[in-house]
């Protein structure tokens, strides 16, 4: 296991996403997260996925927006179609 520089550290306090790491020899660009969100995600990665896992993200990720005054246009959009 490595750890993380002080840049790095200072990075990820800084910011409220993820951080992307590049690696200067190759360009490649790598995202850190916490091991608690990786855990989350994982099976979204593998052939075993199960769309059930992605539930409360996607809760989490709609539930500001829900409300939002915009999207009675899409509730609407068979009017709209026409």
Excluded: C
């Excluded at 490595?2 to 200072?10: G, I, V």
């Amino acid at each position: 296991m490595l750890e993380l520089t002080l840049q790095q550290r200072q990075a990820i306090h800084a910011s409220e996403s993820p951080v992307r790491l590049v690696d200067p020899e190759t360009n490649a660009t790598f995202v850190l997260l916490p091991a608690e969100l990786y855990e989350q995600v994982q099976g979204l990665f593998g052939e075993d996925f199960d769309p059930t896992l992605a539930y409360p993200a996607t809760d989490r990720a709609f539930r500001e927006g829900w409300s939002d005054p915009k999207l009675d246009d899409y509730d609407r959009y068979e009017e709209f179609k026409q």
